[in-house]
Each structure stands twice: as structure tokens, then as C-alpha cells.
């Protein structure tokens, strides 16, 4: 996997995000998930002396990679409270706004940060490394019903009961604290064939709930939403089920779930329009650069 100079990910759908955006050369843009500052790069490329960049990242490690540029501001906050932020900053209204919502390859290649599930670490996986919320305290306190709940809900597990039960059990004999205690106790609960996948769901549905990554998605897109002037473009690359389906609700109706509202006259009560009409995928030759794009998917909206 080719990674930049910082040691990130190469940016996914990079090129394609960028058009996406639809640049204005002196407009006002949002990278809401800076890492390692690959898309914030190209942005700024396509601004004028005019143009300023707004990013958001609340993982220390990532304000290493800020920008020298003075159109560039890096704001150290989730990017949930983009809209509250950019009024601090005088900002009201911008042209366009890019989520990357996948986890950096930094972050899955740092043992210690409990992301992996090929490295031994901490049970950690905060993205704020300030916050309370850890995944040893989601493995060690949750109830077993509420593990169930995670991984079914997060991560599709069929069998999440008795994954559940296993770390239920085990955790009653000694406290799991590392990633290859956790792995040692569920791996035998599939097979060696799908043993990586497998695995890779059990994190997932952990990382997302000490996160809480789909209750910020849904406060970012309502958010944005408000920040965006019209005709401002709004793209989103994602990397599971869970959240291109909120944000595929979100553009075609403007909600999270159920039916697209009307008015009195059967027209769609929605501020979005769809540019994409269908998710855009890497192609063959990034996949191959970037392993981790396999998955991406990515969403284009305008403000009506």
C-alpha cells in the first residue's frame, strides 16, 4: 500500500473528489477530515490568493501534517460542530465541504492506538485521544446485551450473541486490555477463511461505538447542510453500509430514515440535490495503489 511522505494514505478518490467540489478559485472550503492532509493539498491548488481552506481533525497526530499556507486554518474539534467553529471563525456560509470518513492507514499501521487488528496494542481506538471512552472499557463494562447490540447493529455479525458471551466469560477471569487478547478469545468463532473479515467487523462495530461515528455523521450532515450556500457542493466518502446509507438518505430526503417528505403539492421537501445519482467507486488502478479504497464510496450533493 503507497503511502505520502507523512506516512498517510494515499487520499481516496482524490482527483475525482477534488471535481466534485466544483472549485470557486476565491471561494471558502471545508477538508472535515484532514489526516494527513492529502485532499487539503489539492484543494488549495485549485484556490486563488482569495480562496480560503477550513480543515477539522481531532487526532493530535494529524496537526503535524498542517499547511504553511495563510488561506489555510486547521481547527482542532470533530468535525459534528463544523458549524459552530466556522462562526468563531467568521465563516457563515462556504462553498463547498469534503468528509473522507475512513480511518487513516496511520492510524490502522499504529499498533498502539488499538485500530489493527494485525498489531498488538492497547484496547483503545479513540479517535480523541482525549475523550474517556475507550474500547477496553467498551470490551470490560458493557452489558452483554449491549455487545450484542453493537456488533449486530454495527457490524452485521450473525452470530453477535455468542460473540458477546465469549468476552462476557473471558473478561470474568481476567480484564482484556490488548487487541490480541480480544482477538484470541472470538477468532475461534468463525472460520480460518473468514477469519480477517471477521475480526475486522468485531473492531469496526468497537471502533464505531467509542466514536459514537454514526451520531456524529448524522449532526455533520445536518450541519453542513445549514453551512453550505446555495449551489455549494457536499462530498462524503465513506466506507461501510452504515454510513453511505445515512448519507444517501440524507441527499435523496433529507433524513435519516423513512419517507421522502412533500408538500401540498407532492414536491419533495428537500434542500439537496443528488449530483452523483449513484455512488462513485475507485477505479482498478487506485484500488491497486490503495488497497483500503476497495470499499469507498462517494457522494456528491448541491445545495438548492
Excluded: C, W
Excluded at 90 to 96: F, K, L, M, R
Excluded at 294 to 301: D, F, G, L, N, T
Aim: proline share 2%.
Amino acid at each position: 500500500m503507497m503511502k505520502n511522505d507523512s506516512g498517510y494514505h494515499v487520499p481516496v478518490l482524490l482527483n475525482s473528489s477534488i471535481e466534485g467540489l466544483n472549485i470557486v478559485p476565491n471561494g471558502v472550503y471545508v477538508d472535515v477530515t484532514f489526516g494527513g492532509g492529502g485532499h487539503s493539498r489539492k484543494i488549495l491548488e485549485s484556490l486563488d490568493e482569495n480562496g480560503k481552506l477550513f480543515a477539522f481533525d481531532q487526532d493530535a497526530e494529524a496537526h503535524e501534517n498542517s499547511l504553511d499556507d495563510s488561506r489555510f486554518t486547521l481547527i482542532d474539534q470533530n468535525f459534528a460542530f463544523i458549524q459552530n467553529y466556522l462562526a468563531f471563525h467568521g465563516i457563515a456560509q462556504v462553498d463547498g465541504i469534503l468528509a473522507d470518513l475512513g480511518v487513516s492507514s496511520h492510524q490502522f499501521d499504529s499498533g498502539e492506538r488499538g485500530f489493527s487488528i494485525r498489531y498488538e496494542g492497547e484496547l483503545d481506538m479513540r479517535m480523541n485521544q482525549d475523550q474517556e471512552l475507550t474500547a477496553r472499557q467498551v470490551v470490560n463494562d458493557y452489558e452483554e446485551d449491549r455487545l450484542e447490540f453493537i456488533f449486530k447493529a454495527y457490524a452485521d455479525i450473525r452470530n453477535a450473541r455468542l460473540v458477546a458471551r465469549k468476552i462476557v466469560e473471558a473478561r470474568e477471569v481476567n480484564e482484556i486490555k490488548t487487541t490480541t487478547q480480544l482477538i484470541d478469545i472470538v477468532k475461534l468463532l468463525t472460520t480460518f477463511k473468514k477469519e480477517n473479515q471477521f475480526l475486522a467487523q468485531i473492531f469496526q462495530a468497537i471502533r464505531i461505538e467509542v466514536n459514537q461515528e454514526l451520531e456524529v455523521l448524522k449532526k455533520f450532515l445536518v450541519a453542513a447542510q445549514d453551512v453550505l450556500k446555495p449551489e455549494g457542493r457536499l462530498v462524503v466518502i465513506s466506507y461501510h453500509s452504515l454510513e453511505d446509507r445515512l448519507v444517501k438518505n440524507f441527499i435523496k430526503k433529507g433524513k435519516f430514515e423513512g419517507e421522502i417528505e412533500k408538500d401540498f403539492y407532492g414536491n419533495p421537501l428537500v434542500q439537496m440535490k443528488d449530483v452523483s445519482r449513484k455512488a462513485i467507486v475507485p477505479n482498478e488502478e487506485e484500488i491497486e495503489v490503495n488497497s483500503r479504497a476497495r470499499s469507498a464510496k462517494m457522494r456528491i450533493a448541491e445545495k438548492l
